[in-house]
């Protein structure tokens, strides 16, 4: 029986959460009483066309993020590893971890600080991924955003870029492997490699490839700062009610 392209996602959660300022990295912070972290990979978990989870996370915490896949029973992380030092570099972990896969397969490279990812977002993206090497989950932006330079007393407008064409990015970030592959080879070999996202790597080391966009939603939020942990509680219980309100 002909199969599709495996697909493993892997849940980013190298990052120490310095603007959070708590005294663990962010990704462990309760939720309505479950860890971040196990939020962000129960919603890979949940996703049919998810084969495989990969986890890369803080050093000094590897053990603690193995009791709770062990304690949440998830039967689809198949390692968990450390991050790097930078997002980039965990990034670039991560596909080193995916190194038995083909290059035909696909990764999903997801903030493992944003929680409230849907399935249908997901799912959006490994569908997107039959037409397409790369994806990235986006939104529109509401407010006007602005380029800056130094200015005379303080930062100073250099350009207002028209909004209709910008747009804010989201995680996952979905790749063919063979795709996204090649463009880390060329960014990691690169001194001057500085990256804030997988689909800029690949714009930048690829330019012929095409980047597509998959629509996101408002409530898919980075937990970053302080405050974000209850913005997340109240989108986390409204999409519930909604949920309950259509089941
Ligand atoms: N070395 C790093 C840095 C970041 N991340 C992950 O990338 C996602 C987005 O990064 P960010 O929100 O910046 O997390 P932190 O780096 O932890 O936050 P801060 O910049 O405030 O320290 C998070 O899930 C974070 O754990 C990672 O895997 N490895
Ligand atoms: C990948 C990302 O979430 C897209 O918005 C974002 O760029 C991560 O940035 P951070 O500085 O690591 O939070």
């Known amino acids: 029986m002909p199969t599709g392209p495996r697909v493993i996602a892997a849940v980013l959660a190298g990052g120490v959460g310095a603007r959070m300022g ?25 996703c049919p066309e998810v084969d495989e989870i990969v986890v890369l996370m ?29 997002r980039t570099e965990t990034s670039y972990a991560a596909l080193s971890a995916t190194a038995s896969a083909a290059d035909t397969d696909l990764v999903l490279l997801h903030d493992a600080a944003r929680p409230l990812v849907r399935a249908e977002t997901v799912a959006a993206c490994v569908s997107a991924l039959d037409s397409a090497g790369a994806v990235g989950v986006a939104v529109p932006s509401a407010d006007t955003v602005v380029r800056v330079v130094p200015g005379r007393g303080g930062e100073a407008i250099a350009d207002v870029p028209p909004r ?21 080879e060329l960014a990691m070999a690169d001194p001057a490699l500085v990256a804030t996202d997988d689909c800029g790597v690949v714009l930048r080391y690829l330019p012929d490839e095409e980047v597509r966009i998959v629509p996101g939603d408002e409530s898919n939020i980075k937990v970053t ?9 109240t989108l986390l219980r409204r999409m519930r009610g909604r949920a309950g309100a259509g089941a």
Not at 24 to 45: D, N, V, Y
Not at 58 to 66: F, H, K, M, S, T
Not at 225 to 233: I, Q, R, W, Y
């Open 225 to 233: 700062n302080p405050g974000d942990v209850e913005v997340a509680e």
């Open 164 to 184: 209709t064409e910008l747009r804010r990015m989201q995680t996952p970030q979905g790749f063919r492997l063979g795709v996204v592959r090649r463009a880390y």
């Open 58 to 86: 803080v050093d000094a915490y590897l053990d603690r993020v193995r009791e709770i896949v062990a304690e949440a029973g998830f039967a689809k992380v198949g390692a968990i590893l450390p991050g790097g030092a930078t």
């Open 22 to 46: 708590a005294d663990t990295p962010k990704q462990l912070l309760p939720l309505e009483g479950r860890p971040i972290i196990e939020h962000s990979i129960a919603a890979f978990e949940a």
